[in-house]
């Protein structure tokens, strides 16, 4: 089974200043990696994917994410941080539908703190 | 696209009432809907999967008839919290994935807070 690591449950940073927040994936197979963004009392929104082809990942809001799967890490950065970005952050691996996988597995979240 | 709703967003009931939750999918079909709890500062917890036309699927440890959901339709899912007491009080969050989809991509719903007094 899949598994996803988040090591960093709250992550301060100064506004415009870069961040990283970090992810790790366990899976014998092949997995399509994920990063969703929660504001306060919202659902989930779809930041970026890696489903296959070009390790670094770009997408929503400046945010992008590079696959790494000797490091099996997918770690997701923003070179300058605004107030806006504060939420929490999840990370969520799958296998394809095809291969036996039907759910997401998320991490347990990192909290990302801009301040001024 | 890809728009996922819930209703209600936000909900107080009296201990021992029902309380239905409904998720759509408003411009695509899903044939698969997801539930999923969240705890305040916690991750999601998935409930239980949904498919159109069949019984869901729950997740260990999770009751089906406190729980009760439908998929009537490629487009509405339902989330039905029987008897509910004070410990059901969570935020309550359904996504939805694109009907052939391969990869898995879920698309949530905006969430309901339920608070049960």
């Known amino acids: 089974a899949q598994s996803v690591t988040q090591l960093d449950s709250q992550v301060p940073v100064f506004e415009e200043a870069p961040v990283e927040l970090r992810c790790n994936y366990s899976s014998s197979v092949s997995v399509y990696l994920f990063w969703y963004v929660q504001y306060p009392n919202q659902g989930l929104q779809l930041l970026l994917k890696y489903l296959s082809g070009s390790t670094l990942v770009k997408g929503i809001n400046g945010f992008e994410a590079e696959f790494n799967k000797s490091q099996t890490s997918f770690h997701l950065r923003k070179p300058s941080v605004h107030i806006s970005d504060t939420a929490e952050y999840f990370c969520?691996?799958?296998?394809?539908?095809?291969?036996?996988?039907?759910?997401?597995?998320f991490g347990t979240g990192t909290q990302l703190k801009v301040e001024l | 696209g890809a728009v996922v709703s819930q209703h209600p967003s936000r909900v107080i009931c009296k201990s021992g009432t029902s309380v239905k939750i409904e998720c759509r999918s408003l411009?695509?079909?899903?044939?698969?809907m997801f539930w999923y709890r969240q705890f305040p500062k916690k991750s999601l917890m998935l409930m239980a999967t949904s498919n159109e036309g069949s019984k869901a699927t729950y997740e260990q440890g999770v009751e089906k008839d406190k729980f009760l959901i439908n998929h009537a339709s490629l487009t509405l899912s339902t989330l039905t919290v029987t008897s509910a007491h004070p410990e059901d009080s969570s935020f309550y969050i359904c996504?939805?994935?694109?009907?052939?989809?391969?990869?898995?991509?879920?698309?949530f719903g905006p969430g309901t807070r339920l608070t049960v007094l």
């Open positions: 969520a691996v799958s296998l394809s539908i095809t291969g036996g996988g039907n759910k997401l597995t």
């Open positions: 996504s939805a994935r694109f009907r052939g989809s391969l990869y898995n991509e879920q698309f």
């Open positions: 411009d695509f079909q899903a044939t698969t």
